[in-house]
């Protein structure tokens, strides 16, 4: 009995930290979304509570834990998940993104249920994270690429955050090539 007790208690450590892509995700992002929204109407100051809505949306559509500080008992903001990502053997560097086949590889990587993520530091360490969603790459006129499927919540412009358009809807051209996709390793 003892044993039994120790196999299920190290199954369920192992599958908890892997990722499957919930059955509604597109209404689970709409639903972060919408709460996200809420938060910066009620908080103008842009208060912690809001910029944790990326890690509660990765928890939301993943299940995945990944980018929540146990330490600190939050969800990390931006630069901290970028920090992560990098460290984190979990995650695998898929490329910039301003390369064509960076970016089909992160659409086809989603579409097979990975979690993919993009992400932007400028210099003063502020970031952007955009989710690659399944879907399909479409053509941008400003990045002059065909660029993958994404939802991104926007802090600075919280009224420009989005479900279901290109990448290049949250990052300029001039930004692409600072713009790192990464995916989590099943």
Do not use: H
Request: glycine fraction near 4%.
């Amino acid at each position: 009995m003892k044993y039994l007790f120790l196999f299920i208690l190290i199954s369920q450590s192992v599958t908890s930290s892997a990722q499957t892509l919930a059955r509604d995700w597109n209404q689970k992002i709409e639903q972060e979304m919408s709460k996200f929204l809420d938060c910066t109407k009620n908080n103008p100051e842009m208060s912690s509570e809001c910029s944790q809505f990326i890690g509660k949306t990765s928890k939301a559509i993943y299940r995945l834990n990944d980018f929540y500080n146990t330490k600190q008992s939050r969800f990390m903001v931006v630069s901290e998940i970028y920090g992560y990502l990098k460290s984190n053997q979990r995650w695998e560097l898929l490329g910039q993104g301003y390369k064509q086949d960076v970016l089909l590889s992160a659409q086809d990587l989603a579409n097979k249920n990975r979690a993919v993520v993009a992400v932007y530091l400028d210099e003063t360490n502020l970031g952007q994270l955009a989710f690659i969603l399944p879907g399909e790459v479409a053509p941008s006129g400003s990045w002059g690429l065909r660029v993958p499927n994404s939802a991104a919540f926007i802090m600075t412009a919280p009224e420009k955050s989005y479900v279901n358009k290109g990448i290049s809807y949250a990052f300029p051209r001039k930004t692409m090539a600072e713009v790192y996709l990464f995916a989590r390793k099943i």
